[in-house]
């Protein structure tokens, strides 16, 4: 690819992210971990790992960076409830439930009563440690009667997915200013970069990069089945208004968004071979702890283009980490039960 003009420098992109308000929730800057055993097994790309999982609160993650801007305005404005509702294992919930701990706030989580919720472990076991109320939910309309009851004693009411949307991508906006300063700290010119995201930190990402001119392969890997064109155009419409929002010169088509959908397998959750080698293969290779729903999924992603030949030996590749590790405690049945080294 070739490079193009940047549209604003590093610092002026610094610049406009202060005006945002902001938490301080995260240790940062991550670290970013070489990984030559593992590029050497694969005979492929050399590979470096941005380690969002190591933003510290509460086991880490993406999120914890996310809610740096996108809680804000939550503490700012004095509102009484975070909640949020999801999966039983999912990192934004146990984070959710870290953050109103730790600003006194009440967290309350509708999970879904789904494959991981018994026994309690992993992220739902958190939920509880930090105090949430929890539900757990056959069906959806059941956390519209929630949310209903809450608003109806008067509570202000933050959905920790909602609310601030937005700011969840301007966050990885300067998620990509510092993993750049770093790389070129290292004089090190990646050649792609791999991510497993729903929206935002692929969104964000994207923006960073095409703001500062940097000519890069972001290949996002999506953690449920979808639409992969529809979910490219989507992308690009949350990147329009993030642009928007850091009164960056940029518009952005769905031609510029690479989301694969068929990496999630049967669903949102469910293991696959691919993602269970992947979390076989980091751990032996690199002590990395990779979880089954999101970053396994990814990182199998990147082991099949590396075997598919898309990425060259002498090429580089970032794997951004973005966490989850909780849950991979609440698949342990699962992630052992082809593994022939499985203690018996
Ligand atoms: C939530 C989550 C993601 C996706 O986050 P986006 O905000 O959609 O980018 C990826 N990985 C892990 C571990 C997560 O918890």
């Not at 770093?182 to 995201?197: A, F, K, M, N």
């Not at 642009?243 to 696959?272: C, N, R």
């Not at 751990?283 to 990779?290: K, M």
Request: glycine share 10%; net charge neutral.
């Amino acid at each position: 690819m070739a490079a193009a003009k940047p549209v604003v420098s590093a610092e002026a992109l610094k610049t406009r992210l202060e005006r945002f308000s902001r938490l301080s929730l995260a240790d940062l800057p991550t670290p970013l971990l070489d990984c030559p055993r593992l590029s050497g097994k694969l005979g492929g790309p050399r590979i470096l790992v941005k380690r969002e999982d190591l933003t510290g609160m509460a086991f880490g993650g993406n999120k914890v960076r996310e809610f740096e801007y996108s809680v804000a305005p939550a503490i700012r404005e004095g509102y009484d409830v975070l909640l949020h509702g999801a999966a039983s294992q999912s990192n934004q919930s146990r984070l959710t439930a870290a953050l109103a701990a730790r600003y006194g706030l009440k967290a309350v989580m509708v999970g879904r009563r789904d494959a991981h919720s018994r026994p309690v472990n992993g992220n739902l076991l958190l939920d509880h440690l930090f105090g949430a109320e929890v539900h757990l939910v056959d069906r959806a309309e059941e956390k519209d009667r929630v949310i209903g009851r809450l608003k109806a004693e008067g509570q202000r009411v933050y959905n920790t997915s909602t609310d601030g949307y937005y700011l969840r991508s301007i966050s990885y906006v300067d998620g990509f200013l510092e993993l750049w300063a770093q790389l070129r700290d290292r004089d090190v010119r990646p050649d792609g970069l791999y991510v497993c995201s729903g929206v935002h930190t692929h969104v964000g990402l994207v923006v960073g990069a095409r703001a500062l001119g940097v000519p890069l392969r972001v290949v996002g890997i999506s953690p449920s089945p979808q639409d992969d064109e529809k979910d490219a155009a989507n992308l690009a419409g949350v990147a329009n208004t993030v642009a928007e929002m850091l009164a960056l010169d940029l518009t952005f088509t769905g031609d510029d968004f690479e989301s694969h959908g068929a990496f999630a397998g049967d669903g949102y959750g469910v293991l696959t071979d691919a993602s269970r080698e992947a979390v076989l293969l980091a751990a032996r290779t690199e002590a990395l702890i990779l979880d089954p729903v999101y970053t396994g999924k990814a990182f199998g992603a990147m082991i099949r283009h590396i075997r598919e030949g898309q990425w060259r030996p002498e090429q580089t590749v970032v794997f951004v980490h973005t966490g989850g590790t909780p849950a991979l405690f609440a698949y342990a049945e699962e992630i052992l039960d082809s593994n022939p080294s499985r203690p018996r």
